[in-house]
């Protein structure tokens, strides 16, 4: 079964800073896409950024990339300039089964504060 | 377009009743996800829907159930009710299901079971 990991329950950074969150996850599969999300106090979740497996290029959204490494099967997730209004909990998420279904698989979260 | 709405936002129930939370996902979207999201055990996987058939299923009893209707709206039933089962319910509608598609969650229903 595939598994995802997030070792920093907690991470804190001053505005304008750079922070990153840390995942490794766990698969036997070759080809499959890796995503982060954010959940702010509101509860609403939303895709921050998304990665596919096949690709060498690490995904970049505005202040968001990724440092992802295939071999290590880590995915880790840069802010780059943080704001205040970064602060939220961000899970990183794996879809489990090929095909055409799929359910996605969290971490267990890392709860980032945005000190000003 | 409209984003994925949840009904209701808020619910309170007692030990042994029964529920139903409500989704209605974004207009073309036919795959529908729900999840169960608590402290202690994170967010786990409840089910998917596809054309209202149940395509995935997680690891959870089976008083945990759902159903999709031919506008692709869906329903989750929970019953007896458990004290474990206070948590909020997120559903999540894709395109299609498929690994690529992006999921867009609802802002939740928040369950709490006295």
């Known amino acids: 079964a595939q598994t995802v990991t997030q070792s920093q329950p907690e991470m804190s950074v001053q505005e304008a800073e750079t922070v990153t969150l840390s995942c490794t996850y766990d698969?036997?599969?070759?080809?499959?896409?890796l995503f982060w999300y954010k959940q702010p106090p509101s509860r609403q979740m939303i895709l921050v950024i998304r990665?596919?497996?096949?690709?060498?290029q690490n995904a970049t959204e505005n202040r968001f990339s990724v440092n992802f490494q295939k071999a290590a099967k880590s995915f880790s997730l840069k802010i780059s300039d943080s704001q205040l209004g970064d602060a939220a909990m961000y899970f990183c998420?794996?879809?489990?089964?090929?095909?055409?279904?799929?359910?996605?698989?969290f971490g267990k979260g890392t709860l980032l504060t945005v000190n000003p | 377009k409209a984003g994925v709405t949840q009904t209701p936002r808020y619910l309170i129930k007692t030990r042994g009743q029964q529920v139903t939370l409500s989704c209605s996902p974004i207009?073309?979207?036919?795959?529908v996800s729900w999840y169960q999201q608590t402290p202690g055990q994170g967010l786990q996987f409840l089910f998917e829907?596809?054309?209202?058939?149940?395509?995935n299923k997680g690891n959870f009893p089976g008083r945990f159930s759902g159903r999709q209707f031919s506008n692709s709206r869906s329903e989750m039933n929970v019953s007896t009710l458990e004290l474990g089962d206070s948590a909020l319910y997120l559903c999540?509608?894709?395109?299609?299901?498929?690994?690529?598609?992006?999921?867009?969650f609802g802002p939740g229903t928040r369950l709490t079971v006295l």
């Open positions: 999540a509608s894709s395109l299609a299901g498929g690994q690529g598609n992006e999921q867009f």
């Open positions: 698969t036997s599969e070759s080809d499959y896409y």
């Open positions: 990665q596919e497996a096949y690709k060498q």
């Open positions: 998420a794996f879809p489990n089964s090929g095909g055409s279904n799929y359910k996605l698989t």
């Open positions: 207009s073309g979207h036919r795959s």
């Open positions: 829907y596809f054309s209202e058939t149940q395509r």
